[in-house]
């Protein structure tokens, strides 16, 4: 009986975190990619507008070589951070174009990406980061 309850309650987050990014990727026009980047939202900390955010394998051991792999989204782009004081590929806002930095997403207790650690590029490594980006 619990697990019936907890999966419900599972998918029911899953659904909900589906259309709230489907909804954020209409009216941003940034589409929502199928593999690799996994795909989450938050208020972007600068104009409060709820935005579309992606993580993917490797995406955190910052350093100028490290690419992400093509196509990107288009909101991913090189940028230098002052926090971290060198340039890597990050998150940016489509409405106001400001940096959504890797100390902002993941390092704070209300951080969006707090204590996700992405997996690896397979698809099943995928779709359970999807998943537990719904439920976070
Ligand atoms: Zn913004």
């Known amino acids: ?3 019936i309850n907890k999966s419900s309650i599972e998918e029911k987050s899953i659904k909900r975190h589906k259309g709230i990014i489907i909804e954020i990727s209409q009216k941003t026009d940034v589409s929502i990619p199928k ?3 996994r795909t989450t939202y ?3 900390w600068k104009c409060n507008k709820n ?3 992606f993580t993917w394998p490797g995406c ?3 350093n100028e ?3 992400p792999k093509e196509p990107l989204p288009k ?3 090189f940028r230098y951070s002052k926090t971290a004081g060198i340039k890597y590929w990050s998150n940016t806002c489509p409405y106001c174009g400001s940096l959504q930095g890797d100390f902002f997403l993941y390092s704070e207790p209300d951080s969006p990406l707090f204590g ?3 997996g690896d590029d397979t698809i099943k490594s995928f779709d359970s980061d999807m998943k537990t980006l719904a439920i976070q």
């Open 1 to 3: 009986m619990i697990n």
């Open 35 to 37: 593999e690799y980047y």
């Open 42 to 44: 938050s208020e972007c």
């Open 51 to 53: 935005i579309l955010l």
């Open 60 to 62: 955190r051991d910052e």
């Open 65 to 67: 070589i490290f690419r």
């Open 75 to 77: 909101t991913i782009q």
């Open 116 to 118: 996700f650690v992405c």
